[in-house]
Nanobody, 120 residues
Framework: VQLQASGGGLVLAGGSLRLSCAASGRIFNIATMGWYRQTPGNQRELVARIMRGGITNYEDSVKGRFTISRDNDKNTVYLEMNSLKPEDSAVYYC???????????????WGQGTQVTVST
């Protein structure tokens, strides 16, 4: 299984970016997809996640500014980030909690990070 993330970059404060992450390979079911972020010297923190049925969770600081969505047919998760702030600058990692075969266990799979930099 591979997760390919894209969409990071440099943006001015108040601007917007859209991250995408597509999962490929042998996949039976993806229960949850989401995004974490990490800054140097800090632990990776959950930004947002979305369950297969559409239930979402957001980190408090991004509520009302970020929107997570997914396309189950494409095994893809998106993160629409609006009103970006310098403190949103980080490496963003996508993940998927999935099983590869019917009746097998679920595991976390991670994509490569994508840098988001918000300048003033």
């Amino acid at each position: 299984v591979q997760l390919q993330a894209s969409g990071g970059g440099l943006v001015l404060a108040g601007g917007s970016l859209r991250l995408s992450c597509a999962a490929s390979g042998r996949i039976f079911n993806i229960a949850t997809m989401g995004w974490y972020r990490q800054t140097p010297g800090n632990q990776r923190e959950l930004v947002a996640r979305i369950m297969r049925g559409g239930i979402t969770n957001y980190e408090d600081s991004v509520k009302g500014r970020f929107t997570i969505s997914r396309d189950n047919d494409k095994n893809t998760v998106y993160l629409e980030m609006n009103s970006l702030k310098p403190e949103d600058s980080a490496v963003y990692y996508c993940y998927a909690y999935l099983s590869q075969r019917l009746g097998t266990l679920y595991y976390d799979y991670w994509g490569q990070g994508t840098q988001v930099t918000v300048s003033t």
